[in-house]
């Protein structure tokens, strides 16, 4: 509703600039824009979110025209920094198809004006006029779209008026020099460069992955593979567009990272029911599958939302009459242990809504967690918080630096048990969409306020420790339609729905439409897909074939269906299943298939 309103409130605003004529141009005016037909591509102008790219069809007037795609919460802005001449009257016009698409000037130093179309089309002439401040030397031209709307295209740009002399219009400034590179870790490297004069901002270019906007000299690049090699260049940039790129840099990644080494290079993760009872049936530790690497306990529980005092138990006899004693169940665990698998505790679930809001909870967290850890001998944690669990506070709206009390906490927390079990403790995590994907076009309540605060709320945890992540195994079940790197829709149950979700969190994406907030890219090895194992298991089950047309997409680049895929990644890690009870329940044909896809023997 709120965006709806801000539409109408902007289309009342802009239409007394709609479809204005301005006075014509005296005979000593000049176009004072450059590039206003876009033949030489985006010389002169800066999209946001790379949201421009020029189009030979369809066009007004030459060979080349721009289209634009607004995407989440950019509309698609394409500008232009237009030297003026002070207390002078110019016309800004253009030729547009699409609806609400918009032409303005900011920056006039009197009163800025902006024009635009409502309906689709033909093209359409926009113009209005404006009068530059007494000390007005330069404005901003600029075109965009509405959100939510679909690409627009805009050609022959002009700002008509008086020529203000000088040394003429804007360049871009001149390449970057001196570009070194350095391994930070295992996920990172850093780069820094000599500062160009004249340069506003920069971008990192990495051997065909999407630009990296920066605003200083330097840059930490992240979420990179261990022991691999990177080339990175640079261009810099001001309101007349970007340089020539950089002479290229190479560096690679230091070996190791993501803790909890000894996983297959394909690893199949599923959860156990271990303290309560559906109507999956009970498993006992030692009747586990082979098939399984990474068996989570369902679940470790808090004693009250916000005590951080984390609870486990096995099942009651009561309601699971072959439940193993506490003894058997440690010599389980330690029988797979010696067959190489991990068992982890699993804090939250549906019901175990867990939030830290304070230090002494995070403190409780801390000791509680370790306390399970050590009676059962386990290998480390997975993060299951679900509901209301995580959410973030209004004005928190940098996932790079958090200051949600109950996020802060978590994040400390983690480290703090990472810190006391050392190099070899494994964290996984498996939040669902809504706290992840959905950060693409929402984050937190939002700038306006009123959406929801739980809006991709996972990821500043994601971010703080994607140096100790294991593996991230996003539920891409139980889930609304989510909008993927293509700005469409994907809904559960088909392996569309796993190539998309799976392709955001390989590829990276401006969070909430921010791409000078980009959440960089995980590792394959740090990411599996989540999916139920049967139709009993909730809803989005997906079909083994389907499973298979995902792998070969994300793997192989093949079965890809409509989606493009920005990568081919053979080293995913594997599959994650809701659950181990389900799968038995069912005859085993989640994990049966994952095995004969890796040609396993289990």
């Not at 090895?525 to 047309?549: D, F, M, R, W, Y």
């Amino acid at each position: 509703m709120r965006r709806t309103r801000s539409l109408l409130t902007a289309v009342a605003l802009a239409a007394a600039g709609f479809l204005a004529a301005g006075p014509p141009a005296a005979a000593a005016d000049a176009d004072l824009v450059r590039n206003g037909g876009f033949e030489a591509g985006l010389d002169g102008w800066s999209c946001s979110g790379g949201s421009g790219a020029t189009v030979t069809a369809p066009v007004h007037g030459g060979s080349s025209a721009l289209k634009a795609t607004p995407a989440g919460q950019d509309n698609a802005r394409c500008s232009q920094s237009v030297t003026v001449k002070p207390d002078s009257t110019y016309t800004l016009g253009a030729w547009v198809q699409g609806a609400y698409v918009y032409l303005g000037a900011s920056g006039t130093g009197t009163t800025d004006v902006s024009a635009w179309t409502q309906s689709p089309g033909a093209f359409k002439q926009l113009t209005t006029t404006f009068r530059t401040g007494p000390s007005t030397t330069s404005v901003t031209v600029y075109t965009h779209g509405w959100y939510g709307q679909p690409a627009h295209v805009t050609d022959d740009v002009t700002l008509v008026g008086p020529d203000p002399g000088g040394p003429g219009q804007p360049r871009p400034p001149a390449a970057p020099t001196g570009l070194t590179a350095s391994a930070a870790s295992s996920s990172s490297v850093l780069l820094s460069w000599t500062a160009v004069p004249g340069a506003t901002s920069y971008t990192v270019h990495r051997d065909g992955a999407a630009p990296l906007p920066v605003t200083a000299a330097s840059a930490t690049v992240t979420g990179l593979a261990a022991s691999t090699a990177y080339t990175f260049r640079v261009g810099a940039v001001n309101a007349a567009g970007e340089s020539p790129l950089s002479a290229p840099v190479s560096a690679t990644t230091t070996g190791g990272g993501g803790g909890g080494g000894g996983l297959p290079a394909h690893a199949l993760v599923g959860y156990l029911h271990t303290s309560f009872a559906n109507g999956s049936g009970y498993v006992r530790m030692a009747d586990v599958p082979a098939s399984w690497d990474v068996i989570n306990l369902a679940f470790g529980e808090p004693t009250s939302v916000t005590s951080g005092d984390i609870r486990f138990r096995l099942c009651p006899v009561a309601e699971c009459p072959n439940v193993e004693s506490p003894a058997e169940f440690k010599a389980a665990v330690k029988a797979k242990q010696a067959a190489g698998k991990k068992v982890l505790i699993s804090i939250g679930g549906q019901n175990g809504q867990v939030q830290l809001p304070t230090t002494a909870a995070r403190d409780t967290f801390v000791s509680s967690v370790g306390r399970i850890i050590d009676e059962y001998g386990l290998d480390g944690l997975d993060i299951d918080f679900e509901g209301h669990s995580l959410s973030l506070a209004t004005g928190d709206t940098d996932f790079r630096a958090p200051t949600t009390p109950g996020i802060v906490n978590l994040i400390s927390a983690v480290k703090s048990l990472k810190a006391r079990y050392g190099p070899g403790f494994v964290l996984t995590m498996a939040p669902e969409t809504f706290f992840v994907q959905l950060g693409y076009q929402f984050y937190g309540s939002g700038p306006w306020g009123g959406q929801d605060p739980r809006a991709g709320a996972y990821l500043p945890v994601i971010h703080a420790l994607r140096d100790d992540l294991t593996l991230l195994h996003v539920q891409d079940y139980n889930s609304g339609p989510i909008m993927g790197l293509d700005n469409q829709y994907h809904s559960m149950g088909g392996a569309d729905f796993h190539i998309a979700m799976t392709d955001m969190l390989l590829t990276g994406f401006p969070v909430a439409g921010n791409t000078a907030r980009a959440f960089p890219a995980l590792r394959p090895e740090q990411v599996a897909i989540g999916l139920p194992a049967t139709t009993n298991a909730g809803n989005g089950h997906t079909s083994p074939a389907e499973v298979t047309k995902a792998l070969n997409c994300l793997t192989k680049k093949t079965d890809c269906g409509t989606y493009q895929t920005h990568g081919t990644w053979p080293g995913l890690r594997g599959l994650m299943t809701w659950s181990i009870n389900w799968d038995q329940f069912g005859g085993r044909e989640f994990s049966r298939n994952f095995d004969a896809y890796y040609g396993r023997t289990a």
